[in-house]
């Protein structure tokens, strides 16, 4: 979000109006005023300060195959932004890619998708998804996802800015993942020290061809390109800088709003503009391939790029996972 100066200082005001409202509310959690609810299960909260992509859709996804691998029960719950029927692009996406070993949780209250889902079946770890602010379920870990190629101080709170919380909400989090950056995010020194800090980006696994087979293929057998990119995440311009860093020849691109569901006109205009850029084929994201209108193809294919998470120091990091869960109180508001 990148709002004119004008418009961010007429929208000042009620930036300060939010911000008073999500410190009162969180501290209201923190003394006891307002009561978290409980599972029976462990949960681990994955959630950002910003709003955007962080990479949160990813690492629950990463966390989930960690705990599949070992032998644990995994559930997974989300409110399910922008979908309906209790579903989502996102949840979708994630169910796609974990074929039915972990059960889902989709709605407002998470607390009772949680109870109903341990109603039906024990469940070693619950995974919240988008889980920073929804401080009204408790949680054992709270991992916080930063994007290091943006400055938190530079950022101003909701509506003005894109921060959700004041930076010093980061004191609440267990765990810091900073995706697309090696240097320490810009969190307040004093405070540096209580962080366990990690590094994590996106790797290109392929590309699977949208209404084709699931097989993934590389990059050399879908042609030399170039390719029309287009997206409507988050954070655009990460996936075009990913693009890039894959080596991704690309003749031009498109944005849409996050979430954004793809109609016949859009995908007519896309493409037209993918004819007049030269470009022998569209390259797109996961989330956005749950979007596209169903039963509308396109005469030009449509390649869709395969992701995983990759984290530095990972032996370490689930060390710190394995300790905290261990620990008898879990993360406080």
């Not at 959700?164 to 267990?174: G, H, L, M, Q, T």
């Amino acid at each position: 979000m990148n709002l004119p100066l004008l418009v961010r200082v007429l929208l000042w005001p009620l930036s300060v109006v939010y911000g008073g409202y999500v410190r009162i509310r969180a501290w209201f959690y923190r003394e006891g005023w307002l009561k978290q609810k409980r599972l029976r299960g462990k949960v681990i909260s994955v959630g950002n300060l910003t709003v955007g992509g962080t990479g949160k859709t990813p690492m629950v996804l990463w966390l989930a195959e960690k705990f599949l691998g070992e032998g644990k029960r995994v559930a997974v719950l989300s409110r399910g932004y922008r979908g309906s029927g209790g579903t989502s692009d996102e949840i979708e996406l994630m169910k796609n890619r974990l074929q039915g070993r972990v059960k889902f949780g989709v709605g407002k209250d998470r607390f009772a998708e949680g109870q109903r889902i341990e109603r039906q079946q024990s469940v070693d770890v619950f995974l919240l998804d988008d889980g920073f602010q929804h401080l009204a379920l408790a949680r054992d870990i709270d991992i916080l996802m930063l994007d290091g190629s943006h400055k938190l101080k530079d950022q101003c709170l909701l509506p003005s800015g894109v921060l959700r919380e004041p930076i010093s909400a980061c004191r609440r989090a267990d765990i810091l993942v900073v995706t697309r950056k090696t240097e320490r995010p810009d969190v307040e020194a004093g405070d540096a020290h209580k962080y366990s800090i990690f590094y994590a980006q996106t790797r290109l696994l392929g590309f699977r061809r949208y209404g084709g087979q699931a097989d993934i293929q590389y990059l050399s057998e879908m042609g030399h390109g170039p390719f029309f990119a287009f997206c409507g995440i988050g954070n655009p311009q990460a996936f075009f800088d990913d693009l890039s860093r894959w080596h991704v020849p690309v003749a031009g691109e498109s944005i849409f709003r996050d979430h954004h569901r793809y109609t016949a006109a859009d995908l007519g205009r896309l493409e037209k503009a993918a004819q007049r850029a030269g470009a022998i084929a569209f390259v797109t994201t996961e989330k956005d391939a749950e979007n596209l209108a169903e039963g509308r193809g396109t005469a030009i294919p449509i390649f869709i790029a395969v992701i995983d998470f990759v984290l530095s120091a990972e032996s370490e990091f689930l060390a710190a996972l394995e300790r905290k869960l261990q620990s008898p109180h879990g993360a406080s508001a």
